[in-house]
């Protein structure tokens, strides 16, 4: 027999289709048709449409919050927690888009107003981060500041569901690699480049871009 599947498990099914589709728009008959589970189903697990938006919120609130650990874990490398971040950047982006954030801001403040917090807390720890390797000399001088704002631009406009690969002979999976090249190299100090493994960052790259396909 097939194991009962768990709450999570239904707002992993969920969470693709509110970054390209406005959630004040889905009906529960939609919400539970995303989920392949019938309406008597979904409301076992969740008792109205707006426990289900915020389950999805703490999540991504979690998400932010673990993200942070990792630039004070000191037994892993600058080099690896640089990539780890940019991993991190990337998943936070596809699952808290630009339309998920607008919907959240007008029709469920108080839960746009936490996930503003989380996501100002992880930029002051990123900006830590990234001062203390430039401390070190192991990235270069930069404006943290601008530089974070570029990664979230570059990558938001890069995973919008309107971006034309056709424009720009890109695949999905070659811009976000070649922009994580870019910064990359605007980011980690000339002698240190040769340390970088690019072999992991391009399969994690890959699963995350299948989460959406």
Same mark, same amino acid.
Request: glycine share 2%; aromatic share 12%; proline share 2%.
């Given at each position: 027999?097939?194991? $009962?599947?768990?709450? !999570?498990?239904?707002?992993?099914?969920?969470? $693709?289709?509110?970054?390209?589709?406005?959630?004040?728009?889905?009906?529960? @008959?939609?919400?539970?048709?995303?989920? %392949? #589970?019938?309406?008597?189903?979904?409301?076992?697990?969740?008792?109205?449409? @707006?426990? #289900?938006?915020?389950?999805?919120?703490?999540?991504?609130?979690?998400?932010?919050?673990?993200? !942070? /650990?990792?630039?004070?874990? @000191?037994?892993?490398?600058?080099?690896?927690?640089?990539?780890? /971040?940019?991993?991190?950047?990337?998943?936070?982006?596809?699952?808290?888009? %630009?339309?998920?954030?607008? %919907?959240?801001?007008? &029709?469920?403040?108080?839960?746009?107003?936490?996930?503003?917090?989380?996501?100002?807390?992880?930029?002051?720890?990123?900006?830590?981060? &990234?001062?203390?390797?430039?401390?070190?000399?192991?990235?270069?001088?930069?404006?943290?500041?601008?530089?974070?704002?570029?990664? !979230?631009?570059?990558?938001?406009?890069?995973?919008? $569901? /309107?971006?034309?690969?056709?424009?720009?002979?890109?695949?999905?999976?070659?811009?976000?690699?070649?922009?994580?090249?870019?910064?990359?190299?605007?980011?980690?100090? $000339?002698?240190?480049? %040769? /340390?970088? !493994? @690019?072999?992991?960052?391009?399969?994690?790259?890959?699963?995350?871009?299948?989460?959406?396909?």
């Amino acid at each position: 027999m097939r194991k $009962p599947m768990s709450a !999570d498990q239904y707002l992993n099914k969920i969470k $693709p289709v509110i970054r390209r589709t406005r959630f004040s728009q889905l009906k529960i @008959d939609d919400i539970a048709k995303h989920m %392949d #589970i019938s309406k008597v189903t979904l409301y076992k697990h969740f008792s109205s449409k @707006d426990e #289900i938006i915020e389950q999805v919120v703490e999540y991504g609130i979690q998400y932010l919050q673990q993200a !942070d /650990t990792v630039v004070y874990d @000191d037994s892993v490398s600058y080099i690896d927690r640089f990539q780890k /971040t940019f991993l991190e950047s990337l998943i936070g982006i596809i699952y808290l888009s %630009d339309l998920f954030l607008q %919907d959240l801001k007008e &029709f469920y403040p108080r839960l746009f107003e936490n996930i503003s917090v989380a996501q100002q807390n992880r930029i002051k720890n990123l900006q830590s981060f &990234f001062q203390s390797g430039m401390d070190k000399k192991i990235f270069n001088r930069m404006h943290v500041a601008l530089s974070l704002v570029q990664d !979230d631009a570059t990558l938001r406009r890069i995973m919008e $569901p /309107t971006f034309s690969i056709q424009w720009y002979d890109l695949t999905l999976k070659q811009a976000v690699m070649e922009f994580y090249k870019m910064k990359q190299y605007q980011v980690i100090s $000339p002698e240190y480049l %040769d /340390t970088v !493994d @690019d072999s992991v960052i391009e399969k994690e790259i890959i699963r995350i871009l299948q989460t959406i396909s």
